[in-house]
């Protein structure tokens, strides 16, 4: 058998804050779920996973073009909205996010109670709605969060929904679990200590020490827990200069770097550990712990691929595209995150735990897929993407765990045999490849394959085969694009054609072929207008 082996490319508003409520107290007495080990909450079928909700607000035109259109002014607007039919009248709508906000697709948030006070949904006081601009997945923060969530540490449920106004659609988001007091009753059993969220655009601080303005410069309250922000000063300070005892007096340590060295895994460059963005501080109990929010820019974010694949584990700063404090200037690192480690925080336990757990390669993928199917048919009715682009995150999504899992773990993650020490250059010469850069195995259009040639652009590989039968699929390799044009895949012995492909474009399944050839020198060819880093050949075999 003749077996051709790779290397692959391989808001800072404060809410209002409402009394615990008996129906508070009675729904958190309910049975223990997964993901958390969080008890029900009658809010939990409002993140059910397994359907698109609908939501539909009935409000003022002018209003809903003022926060689609106007939404830097972050304006409250009433409207009546219903959730899968249910309604609730006169609650407050505005637009939040800072990078997020687009023309026609801004982040919306709703406040139950800011109009009417005390009114809440299923026992939420807000929610959020995402219209995932920056992820044509509508992916990456769902997966992300739940990855946090089933290692039991705190992270937002989230959902999907499709948008109407007034009974007219408008598009596909995110639904999203506020940070909120009613979050820290759900996650810490209380909600009695200052939440800190961080400015618009002032990230990059961290737990460094403050060498502009104070801390409610940074970081600003987000209930009615009154504060001065000492306890970020005194954590900060604890961080520099104290014993590891005094240290773990002040700051939960353990969260901290669970859900960084976990959000590293998935290749997280902008995080609290990466540029200090996307994060909330809590004081629990007096000290100060970590919530993440805002993952979109995990697991492979659009044009920092490299940087994810390539994330250590050890510095992630090192690989964050946006590493400059854009208030100081001050070049960003996690002084909590390499204290830690220095302190021998056993790091290749905590991945072993990650990758045993919800980063396990045929769990984790099985999840995208599941996912994938609930939300496919709505995402590809957005009003912001094409379904196209929709399909191809998907399949770049399932290759990026696959490649940054099996970069992690030092092999391939899925069933495959070890890499070839070989590969293929376009005149057929064996050369050593780079196979630690992508690692081993193609992705086409989601579709994993273990065995192949990466053809490069135009070229022609020589092979030696017996007399019988050639096999195999040809495609084009996710991700890494530069083709301006479809690829044309041909196999020949001599002068004679044995097989060509008709024209085949990026993001569609890899194409079968079976020719009888006879001993002696086969050439697979391909071509196409221009230079092509993607062309594969993949499973060859006789």
């Known amino acids: 058998m003749l077996t051709l082996l790779v290397a692959c490319i391989a808001d800072s508003e404060p809410p209002a804050s409402t009394p615990r409520s008996p129906d508070d107290e009675a729904a958190d007495s309910g049975e223990t779920l997964p993901g958390g080990g969080k008890p029900a909450h009658e809010s939990d079928a409002v993140f059910d996973t397994t359907v698109v909700h609908s939501i539909d607000f009935d409000m003022d035109p002018a209003s ?27 609650v407050a709508v505005r637009a939040f996010g800072a990078g997020s906000q687009v023309a026609g697709k801004t982040p919306i948030k709703v406040s139950f109670d800011r109009n009417v006070p005390g009114q809440e949904f299923r026992s939420l006081e807000q929610l959020k709605l995402d219209g995932s601009t920056q992820d044509a997945g509508f992916l990456n923060d ?30 596909f988001y995110i639904v999203m679990e506020p940070i909120d007091d009613v979050f820290l009753r759900r996650w810490f059993d209380e909600d009695a200590g200052p ?22 410069d940074w970081y600003v309250p987000q209930t009615s827990a009154e504060t001065d922000g000492s306890d970020i000063v005194a954590a900060m300070t604890a961080v520099a200069t104290a014993s590891d005892d005094e240290l773990a007096e002040v700051v939960e340590i353990e969260p901290f770097q669970r859900i960084s060295t976990t959000r590293a895994m998935m290749g997280a460059i902008d995080m609290f550990a990466a540029d200090g963005n ?40 090192l690989w964050s595209h946006a590493r400059a404090n854009p208030v100081t200037g001050a070049t960003y690192s996690d002084p909590l995150y390499a204290r830690t480690l220095a302190s021998g925080w056993d790091l290749a336990g905590w991945v072993d735990t990650v990758t045993a757990g919800p980063l396990d390669w045929e769990m984790v993928d099985a999840q995208v897929v599941a996912f994938a199917a609930t939300i496919g048919d709505a995402a590809c009715d957005d009003n912001y993407h094409a379904c196209s682009s929709h399909q191809r995150r998907i399949a770049d999504l399932r290759m990026f765990l696959h490649t940054r899992l099996s970069r992690i773990a030092g092999t391939e993650v899925a069933d495959c045999p070890a890499p070839s020490p070989l590969v293929f250059d376009s005149a057929g010469v064996p050369v050593v490849p780079d196979i630690t850069y992508w690692g081993p195995g193609f992705v086409v259009n989601g579709e994993h394959a273990c065995r192949g040639v990466y053809a490069g652009g135009t070229n022609a590989l020589a092979t030696t085969v017996l007399a019988g039968t050639l096999s195999g699929k040809v495609g084009l390799h996710d991700w890494v694009q530069s083709c301006p044009g479809p690829v044309v895949f041909s196999i020949s012995q001599g002068a004679t054609a044995l097989w060509q492909s008709e024209p085949i474009g990026d993001y569609v399944d890899a194409v079968f072929f079976s020719v009888p050839v006879v001993a002696g020198v086969v050439t697979l060819s391909t071509t196409l207008q221009g230079g092509c880093s993607a062309a594969v050949w993949m499973g060859v075999e006789q």
Do not use: C, K
């Open 64 to 90: 809903w073009a003022d926060i689609q259109y106007n939404y830097p002014a972050e304006v409250w607007w009433p409207a009546d909205f219903r959730f899968d039919g249910e309604l609730v009248a006169n």
């Open 142 to 171: 769902p997966l992300a969060a739940w990855v946090v969530r089933e290692l039991d540490l705190p992270a937002a449920r989230m959902s999907w929904a499709t948008v109407s106004i007034n009974g007219e659609p408008w598009g």
């Open 278 to 317: 996307n994060f909330y501080l809590y004081n629990h109990n007096g000290r100060i712990t970590m919530i993440p929010w805002d993952m979109d820019a995990d697991l492979g974010y659009p044009g920092y691929f490299v940087n994810a694949v390539e994330m250590g584990l050890e510095e992630p700063w």
């Open 195 to 216: 939440l800190y969220g961080t400015w618009d655009w002032r990230y990059g601080q961290g737990l460094n020490p403050i060498t502009w303005g104070g801390p409610l």
